[in-house]
């Protein structure tokens, strides 16, 4: 299995910060890494596919980097919107597909 | 609108099953891979089975191998998720995700709200 390992797993930042968040992949998974942001008690929500393409609809203050195993998903200026959990996942192997731990982000 | 709405969760006992069931609309069902997407209280996200679009290719996570089954119905635009042997561990809201799949890209860019199961005695 692929493992996916998230970093840092919590943070607090204040709106208008830069916040950057780190995921790497036990394995090399070319681009196959997408970024979800999900708020308590409701659905993950599509942020960032194939690493660096922006999904329809979201803000672009947020932007994905990376390949291989290395990747980064960066707010520019977080807004109190943001506050909430992200998760990686990769979909290199379906066998499994594999998400991160998730990073926390909260108000300071 | 890409509609998704599971259904089928409940409180259950050890060794019990369920049915589970996303009823999909909004878009042409029978031209998406389709994923089960689990998360344990207070936990994050697990993924547990895809489905491609005719039902050929079906994968699962090692944890649920012989004891879930994904299924699709495309004239009834409906995905499936029976769990049998249901095991404590297995408490979580279930998500249904619509999965694209193409050439150097793979994600889920639609998600329903979620059905609990909870396996409790």
């Known amino acids: 299995d692929i493992q996916m390992t998230q970093s840092p797993s919590s943070l607090s930042a204040s709106v208008g910060d830069r916040v950057t968040i780190t995921c790497r992949a036990s394995?090399?998974?070319?681009?196959?890494l997408n970024w979800y942001q999900q708020k308590p008690g409701k659905a993950p929500k599509l942020l960032i596919y194939?690493?660096?393409s922006l999904q329809s609809g979201v803000p672009s203050r947020f932007s994905g980097s990376g390949s291989g195993t290395d990747f980064t998903l960066t707010i520019s200026s977080l807004q109190p919107e943001d506050f909430a959990t992200y998760y990686c996942?990769?979909?290199?192997?379906?066998?499994?597909?594999?998400f991160g731990g998730g990073t926390k982000v909260e108000i300071k | 609108e890409v509609q998704l709405v599971e259904s089928g969760g409940g409180l259950v006992q050890p060794g019990g099953s369920l049915r589970l069931s996303c009823a999909a609309s909004?878009?042409?069902?029978?031209?998406?891979?389709m994923s089960w997407v689990r998360q344990a209280p207070g936990k994050g996200l697990e993924w547990v089975a895809n489905?491609?679009?005719?039902?050929?290719?079906?994968n699962y996570v090692d944890s649920v191998k012989g004891r879930f089954t994904i299924s699709r119905d495309n004239a009834k635009n409906s995905l499936y998720l029976q769990v049998n042997s249901l095991r404590v561990e297995d408490t979580a809201v279930y998500y249904c995700?619509?999965?694209?799949?193409?050439?150097?890209?793979?994600?889920?860019?639609?998600w329903g709200q979620g059905t609990l199961v909870t396996v409790s005695s």
């Open positions: 995700a619509r999965e694209w799949v193409r050439l150097g890209a793979d994600y889920f860019d639609y």
């Open positions: 909004g878009f042409t069902f029978s031209s998406y891979w």
């Open positions: 489905i491609k679009q005719d039902g050929s290719e079906k």
């Open positions: 394995q090399s998974i070319s681009s196959y």
């Open positions: 194939a690493a660096s």
């Open positions: 996942q990769q979909t290199y192997s379906m066998s499994p597909l594999t």
